[in-house]
């Protein structure tokens, strides 16, 4: 099993974990060492979980205006830590390849080996609900045939993607290509960068 391969497992995982309870509030069973990768990844992935069903509730017509303003308050917080999860990722593959020597012709690539891994978490999550939607036996013969044929896609993307991911940390191990990480700093959080919270005029 590949690198990126052993990361989609967890990812998977993670999401049968999740819907063992299907319950927003309750808490992660990570199975894994403090410390490790492996943990990372299933963490990240958890909270990826729990915001995709935050992200359903939310869609109700017939939610509370009061508890909807909550729930967007936790999906904000939650949208932080999955972008600080990234970041750890990332920071621990700068590490891992810090030593190896860049060729003069490396190039960098278009997002980061984390950022590709989140895609492939969400990706998890996707598949994993695309084939619930071709096993409801409520649903029509046409709504389970357009969802399978989503769903061959999703298994398409999951094969690219995986191999996309591979070639690239083999590519960074190589010298091939080089990663830098840029830090998200997103404004809207920080209480010096978004008007509303500092007292100007937002524009």
Request: proline residues 3%.
């Amino acid at each position: 099993m590949t690198f990126a391969e052993n990361c989609y497992k967890i990812f998977s995982d993670s999401v049968v974990d999740y819907h063992m309870s299907d319950d927003v509030d309750a808490p992660s069973r990570n199975p894994y060492a403090e410390g490790t990768i492996e943990k990372v990844l299933y963490d990240k992935n958890f909270i990826d979980a729990v915001q995709w069903h935050l992200e359903d509730i939310i869609r109700d017509p017939e939610i509370d205006p009061v508890a909807a303003l909550a729930l967007k308050r936790r999906i904000d917080r939650s949208n932080q830590d999955r972008t600080d999860m990234v970041e750890e990722l990332d920071t621990y593959f700068r590490t891992k390849y810090a030593d190896v020597k860049v060729a003069e012709n490396a190039t960098i690539n278009t997002e980061s080996p984390a950022w590709a891994l989140d895609r492939l978490s969400i990706l998890a999550l996707k598949i994993y609900h695309m084939k619930a939607e071709t096993e409801r036996t409520d649903a029509s013969a046409q709504h389970v045939a357009k969802c399978r044929a989503k769903l061959d896609v999703l298994l398409e993307q999951r094969s690219d993607l995986t191999s996309a991911i591979d070639a690239l940390l083999d590519d960074i191990a190589a010298g091939r290509k080089y990663m830098k990480v840029y830090r998200q700093m997103k404004m809207y959080n920080d209480a010096d960068t978004n008007p509303v919270l500092y007292g100007g005029t937002s524009k």
